[in-house]
T-cell receptor
Framework: QKEVEQDPGPLSVPEGAIVSLNCTYS??????FMWYRQYSRKGPELLMY????GNKEDGRFTAQVDKSSKYISLFIRDSQPSDSATYLC???????????FGTGTRLQVFP | DAEITQSPRHKITETGRQVTLACHQT?????MFWYRQDLGHGLRLIHY???????NKGEVSDGYSVSRSNTEDLPLTLESAASSQTSVYFC????????????FGPGTRLTVT
């Protein structure tokens, strides 16, 4: 069993929809949680960063961490075609620890 | 602006040849990482460094080596390229005292024939 599980998708939604992307993990020692966005043939770009449990909001994006359920989510409101990309979750035990990545969920937002 | 660059962006080489992929960052980050990305496997860590003269093996280090002679560069060497090393390679860096978030380069697409 992988330490981090992520549904590969693809997830296809109409423009304006609310998108929910999720990851589950098995290691209760993870404390730092990140979401990366990767456009085709580009490097991953850091989108959201959260320490421990709780919510964090940045514009149309909200990251949630539920450590009791070992579950993290990324919500995208008012999705746009420009949000079409692969979204990777990542997490680590400490700020000097290696990041463990999910395999990514491919999202397509159609006009 | 500070950035992280990789070169070459595309490389085709033959089995058995030695190949070096360059990674250069201007953020003055202590930590640098090399990953490969393959369909179905996501990002897998090859090697990483927490500072000059420090190198460590990741989960898929066989057939690869790195050296860190300064803060800005972490070249990745494939000692004898194999077809199984055909992949997209990403370099990343992070601050020593940061929150662990890593910043990625644009990638190198390597094909071994």
């Amino acid at each position: 069993q992988k330490e981090v599980e992520q549904d590969p998708g693809p997830l296809s939604v109409p423009e304006g929809a609310i998108v929910s992307l999720n990851c589950t993990y098995s290691n209760s020692a993870f404390q730092y949680f990140m979401w990366y966005r990767q456009y085709s043939r580009k490097g991953p770009e850091l989108l959201m960063y959260t320490y421990s449990s709780g919510n964090k909001e940045d514009g149309r994006f909200t990251a949630q961490v539920d450590k009791s359920s070992k579950y993290i989510s990324l919500f995208i409101r008012d999705s746009q075609p420009s949000d079409s990309a692969t979204y990777l979750c990542a997490m680590s035990r400490g700020n000097t620890d290696k990041l463990i990545f999910g395999t990514g969920t491919r999202l397509q937002v159609f006009p | 602006d500070a950035e992280i660059t990789q070169s070459p962006r595309h490389k085709i080489t033959e089995t058995g040849r030695q190949v070096t992929l360059a990674c250069h960052q201007t953020w003055n980050h202590n930590n640098m990482f090399w990953y490969r990305q393959d369909l179905g496997h996501g990002l897998r860590l090859i090697h990483y460094s927490y500072g000059v003269q420090d190198t460590n093996k990741g989960e898929v280090s066989d057939g690869y080596s790195v050296s860190r002679s300064n803060t800005e560069d972490l070249p990745l060497t494939l000692e004898s390229a194999a077809s199984s090393q055909t992949s997209v390679y990403f370099c990343a860096s992070s601050e020593r005292d940061g929150g662990g978030e890593q910043y990625f380069g644009p990638g190198t697409r390597l094909t071994v024939t």
